[in-house]
């Protein structure tokens, strides 16, 4: 039988409320909720939680309770008629860094010849695409800023196909709740349908007017202006529309899942 915890080993309250307001925080820009986030005590986390916050696993518990809460505030506000930044080309990041959770050595090396992205799940036609194939699709581009959750952002130019428009053309379910994302290195993410149908979330398939480099996510990424990094996968091997929120390779570790930015 464990030993009750001591008053040194409990929680304390101040960590508590600091690791609350970083969930709660990724959407600051609203008044309302700077306002919340200022006045959040350990009873309302308690509240929002449902949970008492006498040991660790109830932190854990409470914490991510505050995380589901966080999706869905910011699912309620985000607005898919408005549109992100967008920059002259002499904004642009040079070098635009390279991020991922390996060195740019391991970045995969994906064959083109025998790409095909898989799409799955509630789409009428789920046949694979060459690269050809979306190349061959209206194209259009977007200078934006992608921010990571590290604190860091730059610049950058993409082009390819809106995701939008692929979605219709695949007959997509576009009331389902989620698009999920498997990718050539192994990771994994996903995101709502709203953010979806974005007219400037795209797939990605040139960076800076010539074919997306394999630093940068080729064969192609997910861009996203809307979303922080993470939420932007890179290499995508294949998609599928669902009803049940996949995950993320982030998200499953802990990171908020809506991840706006």
């Known amino acids: 039988m464990p030993r ?40 309302g986390v308690a509240m929002l939680s449902g949970c008492s916050l006498n040991d660790g696993d109830q932190v854990e518990r409470a914490l991510a309770a505050i995380s589901r809460f ?14 992100a930044p967008t920059y002259p080309a002499a904004m642009i990041t040079r070098p635009f860094p390279f991020n991922a959770f390996y060195g740019i050595d391991e970045a995969p090396a994906v064959d083109e010849a025998g790409y095909a992205l898989e799409v799955s799940g ?5 046949r694979g695409w060459r690269l050809g194939e979306l190349r061959a699709l209206p194209q259009v581009e977007q200078i934006t800023r992608h921010i990571c959750v590290e604190g860091w952002s730059a610049i950058g130019r993409w082009g390819g196909v809106r995701f ?3 979605l219709k053309r695949v007959g997509a379910d576009t009331g389902a709740g989620y698009i999920g994302f498997k990718c050539a290195d192994d990771y994994y993410t996903s995101i709502d349908m709203a953010t979806a149908l974005h007219p400037q979330t795209l797939l990605a398939l040139t960076y800076d007017g010539r074919v997306l480099p394999r630093e940068y996510g080729f064969p192609m990424k997910l861009r996203m202006p809307t979303k922080l990094g993470y939420k932007n996968p890179k290499h995508i091997r294949a998609l599928f529309v669902t009803n049940s929120n996949p995950g993320g390779y982030w998200e499953d570790q802990g990171y908020n899942w809506f991840g706006g930015s």
Do not use: Y
């Not at 101040?14 to 919340?36: C, D, N, V, Y």
């Not at 509630?122 to 789920?126: E, F, G, H, M, Y």
């Open 4 to 43: 009750p915890k001591t008053d040194a080993a409990r929680p304390d309250a101040g960590s508590i409320l600091k690791e609350a307001r970083k969930l709660l925080a990724p959407r600051l820009a609203e008044p309302s909720r700077r306002t919340f986030l200022g006045s959040l005590t350990l009873g």
């Open 70 to 83: 966080n999706d869905r505030v910011q699912g309620w506000i985000f607005d898919p008629d408005a549109l």
């Open 122 to 126: 509630l789409v009428a036609d789920k």
């Open 164 to 166: 939008s428009d692929f």
